[in-house]
């Protein structure tokens, strides 16, 4: 049953009313067991809920709203194959990527045999090339999932990287960000690799062309040895004259596409072992989300505090603050996660929807964002729910700078929550700002997979609530398909038929 067509959803708009006066500062001194009841721990995270505005009343409607709705049985087909991502009449098997071999039988044996094939080799190729001595920069080029994951996992394990060698991430069309890039490489040192599964997609292959034309102007002549493809058209990337090649399945999307071929670069960087940590974490949290009752499930309760944020308190973004700088760019990698999978205005039936959907992923590390945005955050006129992300252990010996880092980060959690009187107002924060603080003992390829897989499963569980499909992307595609017109009528300057502001536009950039 579509969400809002529960009793539970009712039930849900009837609390909310009598939300309006809740402070958790009250809430608090009410509840001496708050923090403990609205605190969990899961596979290689702990995360502290009790600075949000919800009480035991709230979570108790959430999860049966998480039962109306039929989430377990949805989540369930999701784990047996099923083709849940019924647009594309695809299976939803990013979670097989980082399945154990040979644990399962049935239908799903044959597909994870075909995973750990193509792991196996890709892990061996990734050794080989950490080995080379004469590859000192491994350029992915790649763009949304096949740029922002790998990308993001590389600068997370930073401190794990193999020494020797560079890593570098094109995604851009905008010829400045690789020209930039190839001033400084040498071709007889450098490998690309050129990550499109269709090895058609336009702003990939844009640039693969001209990292090409650049190898051979530079006097590259062997090919194959400098270029390596992550695609299924094993034909297209040998006709550009790459032997190498790794693909992966239509029922891995491109957002999920870490844990497959997409992922090289990171095996590249942190080794075999690191790889398959990566994988390890994020399998244990698999477990998790597939066998945790729902009242005791992580990604259930994050998932299910979305949708009250969203559509009961009117919370229309959310705000990611990683206590880390190798975490840099999870936000953005959130951010294609969440949007992307539940940006949408239709239900799985393609019925148009009478309640908002994804809210709005943005951030920055801290503790570069408190002297940015934090303003607004606690002084400002809208309430925006902020996540932390911590690290308890540094890998550095700079002891005193990771004290006061998460020191930081306590004392923005809980500057939000307590406020700070002033009669004057210029110095007044009204408080009861809520936030979630998410804790990883270590940063390592076992947490990192651990916090990216809880992620994926709390926006499906989000998405599942809101009836939505969120394994299809049909949004990204009219741009992309109108730009190969524009960009036609740019060589040509034939503007007919086109509205008056494209057509002028388009004459002025040919003027």
Not at 219 to 230: C, M, P
Not at 385 to 409: C, G, R, S
Request: aromatic content about 8%.
């Amino acid at each position: 049953m579509r969400c809002d067509l529960t009793p539970a959803w009712k039930n849900l708009q009837l609390h909310a009313q009598g939300f309006a006066g809740f402070d958790l500062r009250a809430a608090f001194a009410a509840d001496a067991a708050r923090a403990s009841s609205l605190s969990q721990a899961a596979p290689h995270v702990f995360a502290d809920l009790s600075k949000n505005h919800v009480d035991a009343a709230t979570e108790a409607l959430l999860q049966e709203l998480a039962r109306q709705t039929g989430l377990a049985a949805h989540r369930d087909a999701m784990f047996r194959g099923e083709h849940i991502n019924h647009t594309e009449d695809r299976a939803v098997m990013h979670w097989l990527l980082r399945q154990p071999e040979g644990t399962l039988g049935g239908s799903l044996a044959e597909p994870l045999a075909l995973v750990h094939g193509t792991l196996k080799p890709m892990l061996a190729y990734a050794e080989r090339v950490r080995a080379d001595a004469q590859i000192t920069d491994v350029v992915n080029i790649g763009i949304g999932g096949s740029d922002l994951g790998p990308q993001m996992a590389v600068l997370a394990m930073q401190d794990r990287v193999i020494p020797g060698k560079r890593f570098h991430f094109v995604s851009n069309v905008d010829g400045h960000e690789l020209a930039a890039l190839l001033r400084g490489l040498k071709a007889e040192n450098t490998l690309f690799l050129i990550a499109s599964k269709t090895f058609t997609t336009i702003e990939t292959m844009t640039n693969a062309r001209s990292a090409l034309g650049w190898f051979k102007a530079q006097g590259g002549t062997d090919v194959a040895h400098h270029f390596a493809a992550l695609t299924t058209n094993v034909g297209a990337a040998a006709a550009f004259g790459i032997t190498t090649t790794f693909g992966f399945w239509d029922w891995v999307g491109g957002r999920y596409s870490l844990w497959s071929a997409i992922g090289l670069p990171v095996a590249m960087a942190i080794g075999a072992q690191g790889f398959q940590d990566l994988l390890a974490g994020a399998h244990a949290m698999d477990q998790h989300f597939q066998n945790a009752p729902l009242k005791a499930n992580l990604p259930v309760r994050l998932g299910l505090l979305d949708v009250w944020y969203r559509n009961f308190l009117g919370y229309t973004s959310r705000s990611i603050a990683p206590y880390h700088s190798a975490l840099r760019r999870v936000p953005a990698y959130l951010q294609q996660l969440e949007m992307e999978s539940n940006g949408k205005r239709v239900d799985r039936n393609g019925h148009a929807l009478p309640y908002g959907t994804s809210p709005v992923l943005w951030g920055e590390p801290g503790t570069n964002g408190q002297h940015a945005y934090f303003q607004m955050l606690h002084q400002g006129t809208d309430t925006v729910p902020l996540e932390f992300i911590a690290v308890k252990k540094p890998t550095h010996q700079l002891k005193d700078h990771h004290e006061l880092l998460l020191a930081n980060a306590i004392a923005q959690a809980q500057a939000l929550m307590l406020g700070q009187s002033d009669a004057g107002g210029h110095k007044h924060f009204t408080g009861n700002r809520p936030s979630t603080f998410l804790l990883l003992e270590e940063l390592t390829p076992a947490s990192l997979g651990a916090l990216i897989a809880l992620q994926e499963h709390r926006v499906f569980v989000s998405g599942s609530v809101w009836g939505l499909n969120s394994f299809d992307q049909w949004g990204v595609e009219l741009g992309k398909v109108l730009a190969k017109d524009i960009h036609a009528r740019m060589l040509s300057g034939d503007v007919a038929g086109l509205d008056a502001s494209t057509g002028a536009l388009l004459q002025r950039l040919r003027d």
